[in-house]
């Protein structure tokens, strides 16, 4: 019986190698065999177009991109910062780590992040060098035989060093030396302990994590965990990498030849979000977005004149957005007044105390802030679903709707004064404070209200309700641009959501259509409530006891409202006709008060300036 089984266990294990040697066997026919370490390069690049194909917006990972290092040539705590971030045990495996694979799945759930890979460094240069984005037991076998050869025909050192200098590093920069001429704007044998640190935390996700985009923060949060790392392998002592976590890290501005910048990094991040940071790094991808070139530029114009001059009323910073309400299209968009300039004040830190961060895309902001009375528009759809019209009464008087936040709630309007008996119309057009408060407190509801806005597109609504009273129709919730700009489309489209995109299509290097985006919407208001705002929104002449009846809002056949914060910290105007619908946000990064500037002062005439090259384009 035991002869029987230890017979059956040995055929077992004959048929499994056998296997085993077919699979390499068929798997590895046809392979590019790494003969040439120091010759690897990207031969076609990606390249990100505007909607008509012809405008190059971006060209990444092209081949005169690469700068290559000798190994020799760099300090010894560039290759320990990748050693630590990725492969603490290099040196001592044969292209493989189970022991590292553990740490690492073990250290990403703790941390919640991927803080950490799985893979050797060879496994990378084989995966990243050699072979394409699919994933299939074909490609991880492949990728096995290749790192295996890897480490039997080349050095330690050999593969460390073509690694550093293949390895994608986000933006244009394929290797160390690249990126650190993109990021740092310094060769890498100048690169300090925190900088390589910073390069080592990019490889989990360079396009997420670039250091041009939103998430700054993150990526010098796990620049100091490969620091920590470092220590503790013993690359450092535990005061060099108190001293290295300690100094700051010093960006440079970035490419120069990108075209709408913010736009752009947007595109990459989602991409890379939605299709892994493989796909980008595909040879000869052509990307088709849906920015229209000539708005673009418009928009970039105007905000960098008309923000300059709102400095004036300490207002450092401005963006814009531009969206077709039909499809969803972004057509334009411009994330702060000068991608390309310095933060201000000198020194300060990103997105904490910068009036003026040129990098933080302040249309896409993922925490949003208050809208103001942009928000109200919100709320009178909400009584409109319920009832209400255009021609309810409500009074505009001195009111007090008891405690909220700890004391008396007794608003004012904007300019001090009561009206009396209003309707809805001349209440919303006038944007009172007092009857918008009683229509969302008597008639809406708060949490009608809410769902209203997010079934017309507002993402960031998401605190316990208790936290929302009676301020939210004075903006007291906060929003992004680009997601209140895609709202307001729906009263623009009679009451249809069709919510924004950029990419249009992506096709590979053969032709082949990758992805094609067709744009669809769904009703979620009435069109008899989405012409109702529309209409009250272009009525000037309900407009003009506030605003005058020929202030730079009177625009025919446009709706638009504007909002300005309490202590005049954001001032914003969102606008819209059928085709386009625009939306301007100005104010400081860090949230700082202009000097009692409203949004009538510093967002309606950038608005205004761009809707009235904007509509002839367009062809209104």
Same mark, same amino acid.
């Given at each position: ?127 990243? &060098?050699?072979?394409?984005? /699919?994933?299939? %037991? ?6 096995? @035989?290749? !790192? *295996? $050869?890897? =480490? ?119 991409? &890379?979000?939605?299709?892994? /940071?493989?796909? %980008? ?6 990307? @088709?977005? !849906? *920015? $229209?070139? =000539? ?326």
């Amino acid at each position: 019986m035991i002869r029987k089984i230890f017979h059956l266990l040995f055929i077992g294990f004959l048929i499994s190698a056998i296997g085993v040697v077919f699979l390499f066997l068929y798997f590895g026919r046809n392979l590019p065999r790494p003969e040439k370490l120091g010759d690897l390069s990207m031969s076609r690049p990606t390249r990100i177009y505007d909607r008509t194909g012809e405008v190059l917006l971006y060209e990444m990972y092209g081949e005169s991109k690469q700068v290559l290092v000798k190994l020799e040539d760099i300090p010894e705590h560039v290759a320990h910062a990748f050693l630590a971030a990725e492969d603490s045990g290099f040196y001592g495996h044969f292209g493989f780590d189970l022991k590292g694979l553990g740490r690492a799945v073990l250290t990403n759930l703790r941390l919640r992040t991927t803080a950490q890979g799985g893979s050797t460094i060879t496994q990378q240069l084989a995966r990243s &060098a050699f072979l394409t984005r /699919e994933r299939t %037991l074909g490609r991880k076998v492949r990728e096995l @035989i290749l !790192t *295996l $050869d890897l =480490e039997q025909k080349y050095t330690k050192d050999e593969i460390l060093e073509a690694y550093l200098n293949f390895i994608p590093m986000g933006a244009n920069a394929y290797g160390i030396g690249s990126a650190s001429f993109l990021y740092f704007n310094k060769p890498a044998s100048e690169l300090t302990i925190e900088e390589s640190a910073v390069l080592a935390s990019l490889i989990r996700a360079p396009s997420r994590l670039s250091p041009f985009g939103e998430n700054v923060e993150q990526l010098l949060s796990l620049k100091d965990y490969v620091i920590g790392r470092m220590a503790k392998e013993g690359y450092l002592s535990q005061e060099e990498a108190e001293e290295a976590r300690g100094r700051e890290v010093v960006f440079s501005k970035g490419a120069s030849d990108i075209r709408a910048p913010h736009f752009v990094l947007d595109v990459v991040e989602e991409l &890379a979000l939605t299709h892994g /940071e493989e796909f %980008l790094r595909e040879q000869g991808l052509s990307i @088709i977005t !849906t *920015l $229209d070139w =000539e708005l673009q530029q418009r928009a970039e114009s105007v905000i960098s004149t008309m923000a300059e001059r709102n400095a004036s009323f300490d207002a450092h910073n401005a963006a814009l957005v531009a969206i077709n309400p039909r499809t969803g299209e972004i057509l334009a968009l411009v994330g702060s007044k000068d991608w390309h300039g310095d933060p201000y004040p000198k020194g300060c830190i990103s997105g904490k105390t910068c009036l003026f961060d040129p990098k933080l895309n302040a249309a896409t902001y993922h925490s949003g802030r208050q809208p103001g009375s942009a928000f109200k528009p919100f709320v009178y759809a909400t009584a409109f679903k319920k009832g209400a019209s255009d021609t309810t009464i409500v009074e505009d008087e001195e009111t007090d709707f008891g405690i909220w936040g700890g004391e008396q709630y007794v608003p004012q309007n904007f300019d001090g004064k009561f009206r009396g008996p209003v309707t809805l119309r001349e209440a919303l057009a006038q944007s009172l404070n007092i009857p918008a408060i009683k229509v969302l407190v008597n008639i809406a509801g708060i949490e009608d209200s809410i769902q209203t806005a997010k079934d017309l597109g507002i993402t960031t609504l998401n605190r316990p309700l208790s936290h929302y009273g009676p301020s939210l129709v004075l903006g007291g919730g906060e929003v992004r641009l680009i997601d209140i700009t895609s709202a307001y489309g729906v009263f623009a489209f009679e009451g249809r959501k069709a919510s924004p995109f950029s990419v249009s299509s992506i096709k590979t290097s053969t032709g082949r259509v990758a992805f094609k985006r067709t744009p669809s919407s769904t009703q979620v208001i009435s069109p008899f409530v989405a012409s109702l705002i529309t209409s009250i929104l272009a009525d000037n002449t309900a407009r003009a006891p506030m605003f005058g009846a020929n202030s730079l809002l009177n625009i025919p056949g446009v709706s638009v409202k504007t909002g300005t914060t309490q202590e005049f910290r954001d001032g914003w105007t969102i606008g819209y006709t059928k085709d386009i619908v625009v939306g301007v946000w100005t104010g400081n990064n860090n949230n700082a008060p202009m000097s009692g500037a409203a949004s009538t002062t510093v967002a309606v005439p950038i608005w205004s300036a761009f809707m009235k090259q904007a509509l002839p384009l367009i062809g209104n």
